[in-house]
């Protein structure tokens, strides 16, 4: 889940669900939650997000639920339109104040690329005992995707040279290059390491 988080004058904003990568030209959705330091109920208050320029590309209403097992972030989905050429972004976003809340902002980023063209099937395991291996983050260029408890994952991707890479607690497997120029299935290994490898945690 992507986050971004800022305090101001009470009210924190938080951005989840963004897509990686985004479609140039295309729309993208993701969540917005504010929640205010005093509990105070924002159900029915309005979020925008900015592009770069400042200009106010998207905006809606808070609901009245709050996000599943929290105290007082109140959300909204949002569709965002993306950049219309292949690049890296950054949007704003803002808490509409009023007379009984102040403002907040805090701000995402997104990459957008070429529509893709290819789909990319892979499967990982664990090298010694052939388990399959969820929860394995996969990475080739700005296209991410996370294994399931099968150890399968799909991503779409554009024609191009890249590195796949893999991220796994307590497991490490060098960086590959691959050229993807047509729909392709790949199978993957990973190394079990010890907890206290120097290798075993990575950090986003």
Known sequence: MAKANEQSNGISLAVWD????????????????????SCLALGG?????????GAVVASGTLGD??????????WTALD???????????YAVRFVPDQDADAGA???????????KHQLIVQVTERD????????????????????NKGRA???????????????????????PIYIEADMDMDLEMVHVPEDHPDARWVR
Do not use: N
Request: hydrophobic residues 45%; glycine residues 4%.
């Open 80 to 90: 965002v339109p993306a950049p219309a050429k292949p690049l890296a972004t950054e």
């Open 129 to 148: 005992t052939a388990a399959a291996l969820g929860d394995v983050e996969i990475r080739i260029g700005p296209f991410h995707a996370r294994t399931d």
């Open 45 to 53: 208050r309005r979020v925008e997000v900015s592009d770069a320029a």
């Open 65 to 74: 639920a709050l996000w599943p097992e929290t105290e007082a972030l109140y």
């Open 154 to 176: 799909e991503l779409s991707v554009c024609t191009g040279e890249y590195q796949i890479e893999l991220w796994r607690t307590a497991h490490i497997a060098a960086p590959q």
């Open 18 to 37: 963004v897509p990686l990568p985004v479609v140039a030209g295309a729309r993208f959705s993701i969540k917005v939650g504010a929640k205010s330091a």
């Open 106 to 116: 805090t701000q995402f980023s997104v990459t957008a690329t070429a529509k893709p």
